[in-house]
């Protein structure tokens, strides 16, 4: 290795190989986060390859590989088949409604219009709002439309948990395990598969053990999500054992609140019995 020089440390050239001759160097605390951004690696298709080595199979930059991954949060299929010449037109074409920043092509899918479509209307002038919700031939448009927004939120919030890192409910799923079917990595396809999300429901698996896939999810309530979640604690008390849900429902007050009150070392009965 020789001398090391002063602000450089040892790094692993390739990250998922060990530390041998010829895969170890003196690098910048930046070069070696660079570095291991680069090697994250990504599956598809039943491929596996490191960031970097996906960006020379897609014929993209691994920096816009990266930030279509790491900062915009995008699915991975999505990330890897945008074609490199509407790299900058995609990446770069926001819009900012309600507080929140997306692509355009995603506001499009959130409020069932072609992304050419949204693109046009406010080329013409329109307002973001008026661009997004404006009424087709059929005002039924409209709770199709929002019904579809919460079809992909779910979606979204599904690959996100179970391929993000990041996320914060990621240990709980892809942390443990848990992973969503090749087929749904395609919007189109969760969307078929599903159909529309009524008003109030969520997704969720029938058996938490096993990850997201046609037979094994359907949408429900909060209450019976919650009900069936892992590691849903029981309780029994006065001749009652129920969920912190159903106990919940029984006392009129929030579930989290009973499970506040209970992960704070609350006396049972106390926990139970308290109004407040």
């Known amino acids: 290795m020789g001398p090391r020089s002063a602000g450089k440390s040892l790094d692993r050239i390739d990250n998922s190989k060990g530390y041998l001759p010829g895969n170890c160097q003196w690098a910048t605390t930046k070069q070696q986060l660079d570095n291991r951004r680069s090697n994250m690696v990504l599956e598809f298709k039943g491929e596996k390859h490191t960031l970097s080595e996906w960006a020379r199979i897609v014929g993209l930059s691994v920096s816009t590989l990266k930030n279509r991954i790491s900062r915009y949060d995008w699915p991975v299929e999505m990330a890897l088949t945008i074609p ?145 979640r892992r590691g849903n604690r029981v309780i029994t008390f006065g001749g009652f054992t129920g969920t912190i849900t159903q106990w919940a429902e029984q006392l009129g007050i929030n579930p989290r609140t009973l499970n506040n009150r209970i992960n704070r070392g609350w006396p049972l009965e106390r926990a139970l019995t308290a109004k407040y």
């Not at 391929?163 to 709980?172: L, R, S, V």
């Not at 053990?209 to 359907?218: D, H």
Request: hydrophobic share 30%; proline share 3%; charged share 25%.
């Open 84 to 228: 490199k010449d509407g790299q900058y037109k995609v990446v770069l074409e926001t819009l900012t409604f309600q507080g929140k920043t997306k692509p355009l092509h995603v506001w499009a899918t959130l409020y069932g219009l072609s992304a050419k479509t949204l693109r046009n209307r406010l080329k013409s002038g329109w307002s973001i709002e008026k661009a997004l919700t404006a009424l087709g031939k059929r005002s039924s448009e409209t709770s199709s439309h929002k019904s579809r927004r919460r079809v992909y939120y779910a979606w979204h919030g599904m690959i996100r948990r179970c391929e993000n890192p990041k996320d914060g409910a990621y240990h709980n799923y892809g942390g443990r395990g848990i992973t969503v079917c090749e087929e749904w990595h395609n919007f189109e396809k969760f969307f078929a598969d599903m159909g529309p999300c009524p008003q109030g429901m969520q997704i969720d698996r029938i058996d938490n053990s096993k990850g997201y896939y046609k037979g094994n999810c359907r949408w429900v309530t909060q209450k019976v999500n919650l009900n069936n």
